[in-house]
């Protein structure tokens, strides 16, 4: 955990910036998430400002609308479809990722 690393960082100079330990591990443990925006603020502007919750609807969205996992396999499918009035088409239900 690098206690005595935190503690001497809190104490003096009250951040972790100039340390060689945090600099060590800056370069080889940083995660950019994929719903993180780190492009300068005029671009974000320019591309509409969309916020962290904005961009999350979006992807879930996307996921939805293109992950149709069969998990009941196309034997039982085709009995569902045959005893219940199912209007989507099968193939529908196989676009995009399974």
């Known amino acids: 955990l690098a206690v005595d690393t935190i503690h001497d960082c809190a104490i003096d100079p009250g951040h972790f910036l100039g ?3 945090t600099l060590k591990y800056m370069e080889t443990e940083y995660v950019y998430p994929d719903l993180m925006n780190r492009d300068q603020t005029d671009k974000w502007e320019k591309d509409g400002s969309l916020d962290l919750f904005e961009r999350s609807k979006a992807v879930t969205q996307g996921i939805l609308n293109t992950h149709y996992p069969n998990y009941f396999g196309s034997n039982l499918d085709a009995k569902i479809r045959e005893t219940f009035p199912i209007r989507l ?6 676009a995009g990722d399974s």
């Open 19 to 21: 340390n060689e330990q």
């Open 89 to 94: 088409p099968q193939d529908a239900m196989t």
